[in-house]
């Protein structure tokens, strides 16, 4: 398995943005596919962005549309997930997870994510 570490989190304003980090050790990320999930209070855990190891990426909810993008960058085993205009219902923990895969599939039908990180908090309040 790959063990997962996120980092960035924090309180931002609502319309603010925060770049969220998952660092990865282990094993070679290269041919993991990986994505951010998060769950806010009271809620299930949702997923948002999946990025594959030929960097295609998938939706897993139309809630982060053109606000949110998934990056990945092999060479240090690195995902982000920058966030934008931020709005309170964004509220919650996120967490990155990896799939030993080839695709992202979409939201019905995803890749069995085994490796968690253990989640980070994002808050967005005035």
């Known amino acids: 398995q790959v063990q997962l570490v996120e980092s960035g989190g924090g309180v931002v304003p609502p319309g603010g943005s925060l770049r969220l980090s998952c660092t990865a050790s282990?094993?070679?990320?290269?041919?993991?596919?990986m994505a951010w999930f998060r769950q806010a209070p009271g809620k299930e855990r949702e997923g948002l962005l999946c990025i594959d190891s030929a960097e295609d990426r998938v939706d897993y909810t139309d809630s982060v549309k053109d606000r949110f993008t998934i990056s990945r960058f092999n060479g240090n085993h690195t995902v982000f997930l920058q966030m934008t205009s931020l709005k309170p219902e964004d509220t919650g923990v996120y967490f990155c997870?990896?799939?030993?895969?080839?695709?992202?599939?979409?939201?019905?039908?995803?890749?069995?994510?085994?490796?968690w990180g253990q989640g980070i908090q994002v808050t967005v309040s005035s």
């Open positions: 997870a990896a799939a030993l895969f080839q695709d992202c599939g979409n939201d019905r039908l995803r890749p069995p994510f085994r490796s």
């Open positions: 282990g094993r070679d990320l290269l041919y993991y596919v």
